[in-house]
C-alpha cells in the first residue's frame, strides 16, 4: 500500500511569489491535513479537509489556502511569499477524519530567498 | 490557547530505558498522542492515550493523567535506531494535532 506522497519534494521561490504544493493521500484516505514545520515555531496545524471540504484551520494568515479535489487529493496555495515561509510542509491523511492515528507524507522543502 | 512543554533533549545508552515528559495547558482536547520523527523523515504515529493510564505497543508504552496534564513517553530496549524527535500532541478534534516543542532523543553505544 503506497504511503503518502507529496510534490514537489524540493522547491526555491523568490519573495512575492506564490507556490502550489501537492498531497495525495494514501489510498481510501478522505481526511487531509497540513503542518508547517520550522526550527524556530515547531509543527503547526494550518488545515484540514474532509470531503472537499474545510473543517478546521489554524492560525496562518490568509495568504495560506488550500483546496481538496473528489479524490481525496489536496494541494495548499501560499501567495505573497516572505522569507518566512521557508520551511517544511507537510501533510497528514487518516481514513475517516476521525482516526486518532494520522499518516505523514515526507514533505515539501519550500526555501525563499 | 493551548501549549505542550518537553525536554529539549535527553540521552541514554543502548538497552537502557528512557521516559519523555510532557506537560500541557488546554482548555479541552481527545487525547494524547506521540510521533517520532528521524532527522530529514516525516513524523511518524507511536501511541496514543483517549484515557488516562498506560498503553503498551511493544517496546513502547505512553501515560496520560489529565488531572495532572502531563503524560510521558517510555521506550525499553533502547536501540541506536531509537535517535530521533519525539513530540507529543494534543487531539483537538477534526484531525488537528497542537504539537509540543519536541524532545531530541540521543542513544549512544
Known amino acids: 500500500k503506497a504511503g503518502v506522497t507529496q510534490t514537489p519534494r524540493y522547491l526555491i521561490k523568490t519573495r512575492g511569489q506564490q507556490v502550489t504544493l501537492s498531497c495525495s493521500p494514501i489510498?481510501?484516505?478522505?481526511?487531509v491535513s497540513w503542518y508547517q514545520q520550522t526550527p524556530g515555531q515547531g509543527l503547526q496545524f494550518l488545515f484540514e479537509?474532509?470531503?472537499?471540504?474545510?473543517?478546521n484551520k489554524g492560525n496562518f494568515p490568509g495568504r495560506f489556502s488550500g483546496r481538496q479535489f473528489s479524490n481525496s487529493r489536496s494541494e495548499m496555495n501560499v501567495s505573497t511569499l516572505e522569507l518566512g515561509d521557508s520551511a517544511l510542509y507537510l501533510c497528514a491523511s487518516s481514513k475517516t477524519g476521525t482516526d486518532y492515528e494520522q499518516y505523514f507524507g515526507p514533505g515539501t522543502r519550500l526555501t525563499v530567498t | 490557547g493551548q501549549s505542550l512543554e518537553q525536554p529539549s533533549e535527553v540521552t541514554a545508552v543502548e538497552g537502557a530505558i528512557v521516559q519523555i515528559n510532557c506537560t500541557y495547558q488546554t482548555s479541552g482536547f481527545y487525547g494524547l498522542s506521540w510521533y517520532q520523527q528521524h532527522d530529514g523523515g516525516a513524523p511518524t504515529f507511536l501511541s496514543y492515550?483517549?484515557?488516562?493510564g498506560l498503553e503498551e505497543t511493544g517496546r513502547f508504552s505512553s501515560f496520560l493523567s489529565r488531572s495532572d496534564s502531563y503524560g510521558y513517553l517510555l521506550l525499553q530496549e533502547l536501540q541506536m535506531k531509537d535517535s530521533a524527535s519525539y513530540f507529543c500532541?494534543?487531539?483537538?478534534?477534526?484531525?488537528?494535532?497542537?504539537f509540543g516543542t519536541g524532545t531530541r532523543l540521543l542513544v549512544s553505544p
Open positions: 492515550n483517549g484515557l488516562d
Open positions: 500532541a494534543l487531539n483537538t478534534g477534526f484531525q488537528k494535532l497542537v
Open positions: 489510498s481510501g484516505h478522505r481526511s
Open positions: 479537509y474532509f470531503s472537499e471540504t474545510q473543517r
